[in-house]
């Protein structure tokens, strides 16, 4: 009798070992940084129409400042999001994540987001992006969304969005506002 009850818990422990290691429930791991592909084991990406669209707030950001990006297309069980530069470098860092996420350091700190489980998240969900304080030029969203452990697709880019260069800005701001002092008082004194 202990013989049969020392197997069924030696099943129970290995099959839950198991199935948490292939999961993934607590988010994706640090070797899907760059292919964003889940690790699941046995399991390749859906050929069915991706129904995920991943929106930013605005097609333009400024340097230092912070972007909304929505996930629309249906609930999903889990996320890998990055801003990526045109060289494909994850770039800004992500801030106020849902509770069902979280940010994770893929060449910097927080520049990643993962889900924490495998509860359903809903449609609609939004994360704050924080932008770099120099450009780093057009950016792209780009994730891998599970609508389940057996259903994801990869590699889902959002359109691109531009940010200008601080600095420029305000260079162009101060060349315009001596320029309109300079006319100001030539017509005064004209």
Known sequence: MVRLWF????????ASVLQQG?????GAPSSACQSLTPQHVNIT??????????MPASTTYQPGGT???QIMGGAFRGIFLQARNIDGMAVGFWSMCP???RSMQCNNSADSVTHQDTTEKPAGTNFTWNAPSESPG???????IARSREEFWAN???MGVSGGNRAI??????VFSLVTIVLTSQIVQG
């Open 22 to 26: 292939d999961a993934r429930g607590s």
């Open 138 to 144: 057009t950016v792209m969203f780009i994730a891998t």
């Open 156 to 158: 889902i880019t959002s």
């Open 169 to 174: 800005f305000h260079l162009g701001t101060a």
């Open 67 to 69: 972007l909304r990006v």
């Open 99 to 101: 509770a069902f996420t």
């Open 45 to 54: 990406e859906s050929t069915a129409d991706n129904p995920y669209t991943i």
């Open 7 to 14: 197997s069924v818990v030696l099943v129970y422990v290995a």
